[in-house]
């Protein structure tokens, strides 16, 4: 098989970072109420910069101000602080269910399919 010449000058990038200078960034931290602490880069042009941040390590909101997250930490009233990401238990299909749905909504989407189901068999 003959090779096509020049055809990999198009496949390789002659590109370099040389006199490409990174924007300027700030670094903001968020505690968690466990403990973690979580440094994020920002722009410095950014108009909105979060209060409050996912925990990267267990799930748990971070706030911005480790007095927030003390407070947070303190407000569980003496209970295990459990992980929404390691909970063994996790979420039922009910519970998630009604996070969307409303109990009169779930009724009225019963009853549309039992009415459904009924004319079918009759």
């Known amino acids: 098989m003959?090779?096509?010449?020049?055809?990999?000058l198009n496949s390789h990038s002659y590109e370099t970072d040389e006199g490409v200078a990174p924007?300027?960034?700030v670094r903001k931290g968020y505690h968690c109420p466990a403990g973690h602490v979580t440094t994020l880069r920002f722009s410095v042009q950014a108009e909105d910069i979060p209060v409050t941040w996912d925990c990267p390590k267990c799930g748990r909101v971070a706030?911005?101000?480790?007095?927030?997250a003390d407070l947070a930490a303190s407000t569980v009233q003496g209970r295990a602080l459990v992980s929404p990401r390691t909970s063994p238990t996790g979420k039922t299909?009910?519970?998630m269910l009604l996070e969307r749905r409303t109990?009169?909504?779930?009724?009225?989407i019963l009853a549309e399919r039992l009415?459904?189901?009924?004319?079918?068999g009759a």
């Open 63 to 68: 706030h911005d101000d480790s007095a927030a």
């Open 93 to 95: 299909h009910w519970e």
């Open 23 to 25: 924007a300027e960034t």
């Open 103 to 108: 109990l009169a909504d779930l009724e009225v």
């Open 115 to 120: 009415s459904l189901l009924r004319s079918k």
């Open 2 to 8: 003959t090779a096509l010449r020049g055809f990999t």
